[in-house]
């Protein structure tokens, strides 16, 4: 029996829907719906999917179906 993951952030046990991946030499983020288990992808749920920033200096991407339009932005440092 498969467990769905569970979303990565300390104290939250609901189950992942989302992945974020990204990447340091574009200074990268992205925000991609659930799909193959990825080690390198951090699993998050809605909820913390939803409100997630990308750092100072960087840019967010927010490529699942139900992308809120918040992350598709650049931040400026």
Do not use: K, N
């Amino acid at each position: 029996m498969l467990r769905s993951p569970l979303c990565a952030r300390p104290g939250c046990g609901a189950p992942a829907t989302a992945v974020l991946t990204f990447q340091y030499a574009t200074r990268t983020v992205w925000l991609l719906d659930q799909g193959e288990p990825d080690p390198a992808a951090i699993d998050l749920c809605t909820r913390h999917a939803d409100r997630l920033s990308p750092p100072r200096g960087w840019t967010g991407h927010d490529r699942r179906a139900s992308a809120s339009p918040g992350m598709s932005t650049s931040v400026a440092s």
